[in-house]
């Protein structure tokens, strides 16, 4: 079993910046075969979509409309990934999810219970 708690989320005004933690915990041997990680975010009256993913060996992918703005990355001896948010915009508001998974092409085994990010213009 492995716990995933997101955390740095909150109020912002446009432009602003924020980073999102999303620490890993549990299972000792679960976490270190997780390969891919992601961030997936969910505004009101929306399907939750993904941002961002990094794999294990450092590969990121971005959603065009974060391109640029988002970045990815992960701290392994703190079984933590970030994601850091500059120039934020009010379309970047939702609840943002952090996801994992030990294999690729799968649906994603544990899910966080997500941060809210607000923008406000």
């Known amino acids: 079993q492995v716990l995933l708690a997101e955390s740095g989320g909150g109020p912002v005004q446009a432009g602003g910046s924020l980073r999102l933690s999303c620490a890993a915990s549990?299972?000792?041997?679960?976490?270190?075969?997780?390969?891919?990680m992601a961030w997936y975010r969910q505004a009101p009256g929306k399907q939750r979509e993904q941002v961002s993913t990094?794999?294990?060996?450092?590969?990121?992918n971005y959603q065009d409309s974060v391109k640029g703005r988002f970045t990815i990355s992960r701290d392994n001896d703190k079984n933590t990934m970030y994601l850091q948010m500059n120039s934020l915009k009010p379309e970047d508001s939702a609840v943002y999810y952090c996801?994992?998974?030990?294999?690729?092409?799968?649906?994603?085994?544990?899910w966080g219970e997500g941060t809210q990010v607000t923008v406000s213009s």
């Open positions: 996801a994992s998974s030990s294999k690729l092409g799968t649906p994603w085994e544990y």
């Open positions: 549990g299972n000792v041997f679960e976490i270190e075969s997780i390969v891919i």
């Open positions: 990094i794999t294990s060996a450092g590969t990121t």
